[in-house]
């Protein structure tokens, strides 16, 4: 099982109904799928429809990933460079780490965002 990440996209999708999405929150439910939303992600979202957050942190197998001290330098250093801040934490938790050697799947319905980060995004709905 591949472990992978919701970005703010994603999780405006899901809120909205969109049904890969929601087919990925059943699978996750179900243990087959393995989801964690970066809270910069689950922040912006929430910015952008008020109550997301709550739905989201409410649904069974999705895993909010906190942002801690070891992750901020990091995340602040692709913010002050130039990533967008509501996918910065998306793109450092998408690398290869001591955790996940080899890095993260992030689910976005606007991977465009991603372009210039080395991290190339799956959009659910456009799966085959």
Do not use: K
């Amino acid at each position: 099982m591949i472990p992978a990440l919701l970005d703010h996209s994603a999780l405006l999708a899901l809120g909205a109904g969109n049904r890969a999405m929601s087919a990925f929150v059943v699978d996750a439910a179900a243990g087959r799928a393995v989801v964690h939303v970066p809270v910069l992600c689950l922040t912006a979202a929430e910015a952008e429809r008020r109550g997301v957050a709550a739905h989201i942190g409410s649904l069974p197998g999705i895993e909010v990933e906190p942002l801690e001290l070891s992750a901020s330098i990091p995340v602040g250093a692709l913010i002050a460079g130039g990533t967008d801040w509501r996918i910065a934490h998306a793109v450092h938790a998408a690398r290869p780490s001591v955790v996940h050697l080899s890095g993260r799947v992030v689910l976005s319905v606007r991977p465009e965002l991603y372009d210039g980060t080395g991290i190339s995004p799956i959009d659910p709905g456009q799966t085959g």
